[in-house]
């Protein structure tokens, strides 16, 4: 392959595989069960990655192993209509691309929603909320794949032993005590983003931690936003308490979830599912909206898998009579929001208050979800 025996495409995969794992010191290659490809939406690939993507699809690119991919700019009902032909047209050509390759349209950062993986089985994942949440929720095994790295390992269905593959790497290095109470998902994000500034790529182990999985999947966007954490023990055991301790006090939250809070004016988007809302989490917006309705002036976003949307369709009609916009295949990170005129958004989503103001430059606010919808809705 590495000589182009079995095609340019094969052969580049195969180059970007190798170098990777003599940069880390691999001594071979293992098979993947699933690649989980990060580079889709239009507004962060530009004309470069459309290019490369269609040089791998026609030089015989095709997919070895079950890959999905993450969303894009828009969905085909709502925003599709908001923007440009050319950015639908560009956006539609990356899936095309995509598809000719025999890589899945799931268009969604919680690909584990579709098809679970298996605790110790090795993924090549490049979305880093899926890949922290998969490794310590799910117990699977990735490393935190880049756009290049996740498609060369779906083209040839293996990636390097290296890191998160390897039992040794996965071993707690420092404690974290939580002495603070979270109540909320949003006190979960903001513990993410807290952790990840001072972890860094640390491999954290919780003394204190609970949490539902929802809750839990906050944590990871959150933590892997500011940080680059792959990994964490939801529990410690008895040995690991000599390790370096990190203390978790009240105001460490206070400050993280204030340091979210920039909004200056009342939004004009509530925003909902990042990363991509679960069945539970869908149902629970529902049953918030019911006997409501969302302001004339304000949109409600709520971001979603199709394969969530199918399941969880009666609650989505609750949602929608209530004006809210149920959206699959996309979130406000990789849409041009600023275009369509919003300048303001509430998220419960840490990641997103994270990164809003600079990838989306709007002010953001972080709140849990139950005052996101009374603020959508005025209560
Ligand atoms: Fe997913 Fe978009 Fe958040 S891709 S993790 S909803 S930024």
């Known amino acids: 392959m590495l000589d182009g ?9 195969m180059k970007i595989l190798a170098k990777l794992g003599d940069l880390f010191g691999a001594t071979k290659l293992i098979p993947v069960q699933s690649a989980h490809l990060s580079g889709v939406s239009y507004k962060h690939m530009g004309d470069g990655a459309i290019k490369f993507l269609d040089e791998m699809a026609s030089k015989g690119g095709k997919a070895q192993t079950r890959a999905t991919l993450n969303p894009s700019s828009f969905d085909p009902e709502y925003l599709v209509k908001r923007y440009s032909k050319e950015r639908f047209e560009k956006q539609t050509r990356i899936l095309e691309l995509y598809g000719k390759m025999m890589i899945q349209p799931t268009l969604t950062c919680t690909p584990y929603y579709i098809q679970e993986p298996k605790a110790g089985q090795h993924l090549a994942w490049a979305e880093s909320s899926a890949v922290i949440y998969a490794n310590s929720v799910l117990n699977a095994w990735t490393n935190r794949e880049g756009s290049p790295s996740a498609l060369a390992a779906a083209l040839i269905g293996k990636t390097p032993n290296y890191g998160m593959h390897q039992a040794e790497n996965r071993k707690p ?25 001072l972890l860094k790529d640390k491999t954290p182990a919780f003394h204190g931690l609970r949490g ?15 940080g680059m954490t792959a990994l964490f023990h939801r529990t410690a055991t008895g040995e690991q308490r000599d390790l370096e301790t990190i203390s978790v006090e ?13 909004a200056h004016q009342m939004p004009d988007l509530v925003f909902l599912g990042c990363p ?24 409600l976003w709520v971001c979603t898998s199709r394969h969530v949307s199918e399941k969880a ?15 699959c295949d996309t979130c406000v ?9 919003f300048n303001t958004i509430i998220t419960n989503s840490a990641k997103t208050a994270f990164y809003a103001p600079t ?9 849990p979800l139950s005052r996101c919808i009374q603020v959508a809705c005025h209560q």
Do not use: F
Request: glycine fraction near 6%; proline fraction near 1%.
């Open 333 to 341: 990170l990789v849409s041009w929001i600023k275009d369509l005129g």
């Open 5 to 13: 025996e079995y095609g340019w495409a094969n052969q580049i995969a």
């Open 250 to 262: 009240p105001s460490d939250i206070k400050k993280a979830a204030s340091n979210l809070c920039k």
């Open 173 to 197: 290095n420092v404690l974290v005590k939580v002495e603070a109470e979270l109540k909320t998902e949003a006190d979960y994000g903001a513990l993410g983003i807290h952790l990840g500034k």
């Open 313 to 327: 369709k009666t609650h989505i009609e609750v949602i929608e009579r209530a004006g809210g916009h149920v959206l």
């Open 359 to 367: 990838l989306n430059e709007v002010d953001v606010d972080l709140k």
């Open 212 to 226: 539902s999985d929802d809750e839990l999947k906050q944590l990871s966007a959150a933590m892997a936003s500011s």
């Open 276 to 299: 991509h809302c679960s069945t539970s989490e869908v149902k629970q917006i529902a049953s918030l909206l019911k006997q409501t309705k969302v302001r004339k002036d304000v949109e």
